[in-house]
């Protein structure tokens, strides 16, 4: 009977990653369904407790913002997840996740700057 607990837990786990990657595949295509799925995504793993499911949440909704120019909105959100990947100790994740956020910020300063001149 735990056993199954436990195969029944990491199954839903992987549908919570499983809908976050979604979201964040969806963010270049419709920006806000893919927000509004990790949102829902974000909210169960929040009740679960699972933090790699929040983590990769917070990653999705941050893209989807990026999509939609809100780079602001964007690097509080990418800032959240590496909080949350960081706390789990994911090193994939730790590490994949700054590759992904380096490009954006050198885009997001040269945007500012050219605003400015």
Known sequence: MCLARVSFSQE????LISGASSAFDLASVNSDSAYHIAKKVLKQSENKGFTRGMANS???????????????SFLLFLREAKKLFQKESSDFDVFYQPILYHPIRVLQVLIHFDNFT
């Open 58 to 72: 917070y990653n999705a909704m941050g893209w989807a913002y990026m999509h939609q120019g809100k780079m602001d």
């Open 12 to 15: 839903q786990d992987s549908v």
